[in-house]
């Protein structure tokens, strides 16, 4: 039988999410969908072939519903989950698992007491082949003791409401979560630096910004977050280990040459830079679920990524480098 | 409810297609397998969970069954498909549609008096984002009159089985479909050239080939068929037209930069280089066959691309050019 | 002292080579000029320093004059490359040597009885980085036996006078002889095949054309032609071996990325793209003379492309295959 | 006549200078050259056809030299170059024009008071092809206003003398000198990070080091410097602009496919990677000298260069930020 899927929050990603839960993933069906827009919501539950509930709760208790996904806006993530957590659901909660450390360690506080691993992050990022490639790299030995990381990430054009520190709370919070997978070790002090802001950002707004994240091992992350760069969506990273360096380009497959250029186009949003991490997050998410095996990014990943997205807007405020303290650290815990 | 699909053939290409519906595609489950190897299909059958028949037509009588996917030896490929469209079931029928132009003509008289398309042919490099970049830059008028295409097609090694002719038919045929596709034109002659032989090829296999295949308007596409190429699978292609060209490459996601050298890998077989265009190819299917609308490549493609390879072997028998005289045109036939 | 040369004929190629060897090129000057434009001759002269004479012949014999460059027309280059060898100088002559295989023939004859080599042609591509890094691939094993090069050749637009077998003639002996070069052996047969002409194509001008040479190995070098390709300027190759293969691109030093596409350059000219090669190309030339040691393209080179040209006018013509006859080979020549 | 030079300090770099301006170089020849290892000096003298001095203002005060360059160790760059000023020579020195800023300074104004420019400062960069590109795409608008720059400078080992600091003042001081270039405009503070040394970098050498340059209009460039990456001589950079970014990669012509990989070589080293920059630098400063027109790197450059580099090491000590004062700004200057 399929999973029957729940999903919380049908906006645009909870809607794409809907969609390709319906059209792209084995063994799933969204059968419960919930938005505090229940117009929008009765569309998505027409579209795809389920119900609307009218409260979230409701539709976490509803017991034909497998298992559930939560796309509703941060500030709510992490009571949806703890909901779910109690109805010992699993449960895929988009990233940030929630805007605050403290709430991210309710969660696993509520996990951890279910006695059972519950909770995945949607940090689709992992299931990118390009970045697959390169954690290969690094794990296979073949760049030696990884040294430093560059990562850039750019927007064409951010959303007219976005603040200074959602660069780092919504955008640089992906490239902290690669960091902390990729380098496998946590993330131990942050500097935040903003210089010349673009002239075709909104004003007020610090754009771009280039983030310094310092590992336990020494080893240095710089990242440029740029949310107004006006020409497509880039994802790129470099990791440059003692032996030899992995990157992430973005993904080509020919070119097209004309009018005295030899081109590749630059995707214009992340929707189509990463379809396939997307699917494959959703179907190995699924497939975990069925095979009582979750894999994916786990609540203390979740956790990890908002801590030191808290502390990069602290070093924003501040202009100072900010130190990250973890209740644990996710290897400490591995290894135990 | 999920689409019921019968796999008959159960050798590399039909197993991956079994776990591949099973795993990845949305809408459908492998309900009832087949293969003259009885424990063979036994075996994929216990591991995607469906029910091995005793022959394959009884699998397509099977009333739970509702669509079949044949993957077995190409000289059966037309009584099978001629046998699903007789109980009215859509089939997917693996590349060739047959080994000859005769056979195909069959099968499509078959699915004419049936009266409704129920047959796709699995040329999956339709689907592959690549390709699909080179059609749209064709068909949205970017490069212009499409006058020439480079193509090229290696893979590492052949099976020692692999016949002068089979670079033809089973290698080639892939570009021809794709020719046709890309040019949305029929090809009117062949010529194919051997030249000097690899001394890594097995004796008496003509490898590598240049194939020339001239398109009704003129234009021409030259093929390079190499089969033991030693250094992996290479597909790629440049279609020149009177404002540009448009390519395709091996997909490239990143570098890795050690000991002198920048390098990318080139997959080592179809699978890796086709994956994600064998999961669209069959999501589509799946779709298709739900919705009563499939798309995909129909037996006229099939027809056509067999004919085409007929004169292509014909021609590396004879030395000569040699015209290709199908039944009627596709182009012909959608306009009409 | 500066080696000081003569240069015969000031149009653009000759008057590009005066400045060359003047601003690019150690031990050398342009000490005298001629040109049938007696206005263009001395407009040169005063610019690098040169005395104009008033004949070709009067240059040649001019005792002040160590060596001689050639840029005049095709159709005299024979007799003033005679004239040079007969005056026992050093005598660069650009490309073709000679329009027919006779006249290159007259030549060789000229400096075989002078008992010393003095004859240069101006085949440049030898001297391009890009090209010495796959004859370096193919020398050193690396691709292992060469079985087949693909090649093309594009300008952005030829001038109205080009007539279609020019584009074999003018154009394609650059790839005739880069692929005896590459190959180290000698071409013995050629097909030209014009598919669908160009509609941005002069009328009645055949472009582009597909160019197959097959070398006396079996390897087979296959060269598109295309002198209206709109774009700009491309030279590529890929030499294919048993082992792998060695490709010339358009060099890249980086990448501009703006509105939507990630960019390099096509070179719209030749000039841009060949510029290190002629600076080499000459460099070389000077070397050898004042070392008393030419190494570069010998008068046998400019008969071979020159026979093979003929050759593929010839095919061009009947739309047949054609054999090339050469009265021996550099090869067995070498070896002897 | 062509331009005598005198070479001082016939190491490695100086041979390669000599050698270049005697086999490579229009309007020039090495007529002198000094070295304290008069061996050395005697060896290279010989070869290329020049006189050896036993003593460097010996061979500065030579009324035969029309020219000096300075390739000697960086201490006696300084009063060597004040001494060829002082003859009212021409002087080429090598990057840096002094180890400290006091002494530039007083090359400056030792220069201006000779009342006419007479100093190039060896950043060969500037005449790279790559980073000529980068430039105009700046310089003409097409990436908008410069916002950050992303520099890589990796060689593959250093020698085992090397010190944490020469990584700031004799390998960072080219992309010093290159973004001030780049961006037209000084640079007011650095700041300077060793993060994780490679183990594979010998004991207590800090390698590598992140380098953060602010420019006045705050612009920031940062540079990873590794002289210990073992795999080759890489050196890169993008700089991102308000509508796109411009980037330099490390020069390619094709690539080699072989045993499962597409590449592409990297540079071993300087000589091969800026070769033809080192060419055209010395090229352009010859026709320079000989129009009474020098456009290089002035000493103002090199002193820019050398104060910035001298706050990078302090920062180093230190952990600190540290401002840069200069006496004034080229850009000022030029304005004025």
Not at 35 to 62: C, N, P, Q, W, Y
Not at 234 to 260: H, I, M, N, W, Y
Not at 262 to 272: A, N, S
Request: with cysteine; net charge negative.
């Amino acid at each position: 039988m399929d999973l029957n899927i729940g999903v919380i929050g049908t906006g645009e990603i909870g809607a794409d999410h809907a969609r390709r839960l319906t059209a792209h993933v084995a063994g799933a069906r969204v059968g419960a969908v919930f938005d505090v827009d229940s117009g929008r919501a009765a569309k998505l539950a027409a579209e795809v072939g389920a119900t609307a509930h009218t409260t979230a709760f409701g539709l976490i208790d509803d017991t034909g519903v497998d298992a559930i996904l939560i796309a509703a806006p941060s500030p709510v993530h992490a009571d949806l989950t703890i909901a779910a957590i109690a109805a010992r659901k699993p449960v895929f909660c988009e990233k940030p698992l929630a805007p605050s450390s403290e709430e991210c360690i309710r969660v696993m506080e509520a996990e951890s007491a279910a006695g059972t691993r519950l909770v995945q992050v949607g940090f689709m990022r992992r299931y990118d082949e390009g970045y697959e490639r390169v954690k290969g790299a690094i794990d296979d030995g073949s760049i030696g003791d990884v040294l430093l990381a560059h990562c850039i990430h750019r927007n064409a054009q951010a959303p007219p409401s976005f603040k200074s520190e959602m660069l780092l709370t919504d955008s640089v919070i992906h490239e902290i979560d690669v960091a902390r997978w990729l380098l496998s070790e946590e993330l131990v002090a942050v500097t935040v630096l903003a210089g010349r802001a673009s002239p075709l950002a909104p004003e007020n707004l610090l754009d771009p910004q280039l983030v310094l994240l310092e590992a336990a091992s020494g080893a240095v992350v710089d990242i440029e977050i740029f949310v107004n760069c006006q020409y497509g969506y880039d994802v790129r990273c470099e990791v440059v280990g003692s032996l030899g360096t992995a990157s992430l380009d973005a993904p080509s497959t020919g070119k097209l040459t004309t009018a005295g250029y030899r081109r590749e186009p630059v995707p214009p949003g992340w929707k189509g830079r990463f379809g396939q991490a997307y699917r494959d997050e959703l179907q190995q998410w699924v497939k975990g679920v069925r095979d009582g095996a979750l894999s994916g990014p786990s609540s203390f990943d979740g956790y990890a990524a908002t801590a030191v997205a808290e502390a990069c807007v602290k070093s924003l405020q501040t202009g100072e480098r900010v130190t990250v303290s973890l209740s644990t650290s996710q290897w400490a815990r591995d290894a135990s």
